[in-house]
Nanobody
Framework: QVHLVESGGGLVEAGGSLRLSCAASGSKFMVNTMAWHRQAPGKPRELVAK???????TYADSVKGRFSISRDNEKNTVDIQMNATRSDDTGVYYC???????????????????WGQGTQVTVSS
């Protein structure tokens, strides 16, 4: 089984910075795309940024130029650096990973999506 654990959420003043981290742990797996999503109160979950195994990145228009996603393939971690934060960045941030599980066991090979438990980010204005 694979688990994603996030850290780094909290309260930040508008214009300030915050860094979120997420680590994938388990056995017999290989991580493909990793991403951060967020859900504001009363709104659907939305993609914030994603990064492929090769390092190609995609950002939501609302965070371009302010947020930066990065990953460490050896440690199976993904971070998001949030700069110039705004009140509309408030929400629960979820780590996401698309993972090949069952390495070394052909009958268990499968691509599966995993989510972290979420971490609250509150931007005060």
């Amino acid at each position: 089984q694979v688990h994603l654990v996030e850290s780094g959420g909290g309260l930040v003043e508008a214009g300030g910075s915050l860094r979120l981290s997420c680590a994938a742990s388990g056995s017999k797996f290989m991580v493909n795309t990793m991403a951060w999503h967020r859900q504001a109160p009363g709104k659907p979950r939305e993609l914030v940024a994603k990064i492929t195994g090769g390092g190609e990145t995609t950002y939501a228009d609302s965070v371009k130029g302010r947020f930066s996603i990065s990953r460490d393939n050896e440690k199976n971690t993904v971070d998001i650096q949030m700069n110039a934060t705004r009140s509309d960045d408030t929400g629960v941030y979820y780590c996401y990973a698309f993972i090949l599980v069952g390495l070394g066991i052909e009958e268990e090979h499968a691509m599966k999506a995993f989510w972290g438990q979420g971490t609250q980010v509150t931007v005060s204005s």
